[in-house]
């Protein structure tokens, strides 16, 4: 931080674009080092319904300046690349992110448990092989969409995932059998969940259930609500944007990862 409070970033470090294997194919994803000596450990961050652009890539540069590798697939890899899935507008303008969101429910539908789980574990493999990322335990993370996901790794690889951060996460905590909220006391690692404040994806019914789950299986976890802040609250090119917010969510995610991660 500067004198003024403001995040100051590291300028040496290596950001560039990958492909990782998987049983389907191939899925793009940025991969961020940080700078210096390794290892570091590895981090799995899910994207947002919106998709990798500008702002993920961002967002996972700010976490590598912790001392992190981090990698961020792109799930929808199987029905569209990057490129032809970035906004066709602008985010903030009016009406924008509701026609792009329209564009990402029809690959939301296509995107499974099944299709989830296979891909966890490519990913987790891939994380694993990269030069330079420690021996010790992974972070997972996952905004929106990301966060049932990134759930989802830590139960499907207990022994590989050491902590798991959601963020305005929605869906978590449904009556499907394959509920994600079902499959936690399978966590071997702590769990931080900050949820956006009346959030129709997550309403207050579905935290008790993912609280409830996890107290139950005796997972370490936090669970809290950011009052006033909307769905996608950590996402600077959308109107849902909050600061003040986006600051506490990043403050409790290097604490997760400071005290888990090694």
Request: aromatic share 6%; with cysteine; charged share 25%.
């Amino acid at each position: 931080m500067d004198g003024d409070g403001r995040h100051v970033r590291c300028q040496a470090m290596n950001s560039t674009t990958i492909d990782v294997p998987t049983q389907d194919g191939k899925a793009e994803a940025f991969l961020v080092r940080p700078d210096g000596d390794g290892p570091h450990a590895g981090v799995l961050m899910y994207m947002d319904a919106i998709g990798l652009r500008p702002r993920i890539r961002e967002m996972a540069e700010r976490i590598a300046e912790w001392g992190y590798i981090v990698l961020v697939p792109n799930v929808f890899y199987r029905d569209t690349s990057v490129a032809d899935f970035a906004p066709q507008a602008d985010l903030l303008e009016a009406g924008a992110r509701e026609a792009h969101m329209a564009r990402a429910m029809k690959l939301l539908g296509a995107h499974d448990a099944r299709r989830a789980q296979r891909d966890a574990g490519a990913y987790v493999k891939a994380l694993r092989g990269m030069e330079g990322v420690a021996a010790g335990d992974l972070g997972t993370i996952g905004y929106c969409m990301g966060g049932a996901l990134a759930l989802r790794t830590a139960a499907q690889h207990p022994a590989d995932v050491g902590a798991a951060g959601t963020f305005h996460a929605g869906r978590i905590a449904t009556d499907k059998p394959d509920s994600v909220h079902r499959l936690v006391g399978r966590i071997d690692g702590e769990v931080y969940a900050a949820h956006a404040d009346k959030d129709k994806s997550m309403p207050p019914k579905a935290i008790s259930q993912l609280e409830k789950a996890l107290r139950q299986a005796y997972v370490p976890f936090t669970s809290e609500v950011y009052r006033g802040a909307a769905h996608g609250f950590t996402m600077a090119d959308t109107p849902a944007y909050d600061e003040a917010a986006t600051e506490r969510h990043f403050k409790a995610l290097q604490s997760l990862f400071g005290r888990t991660l090694r």
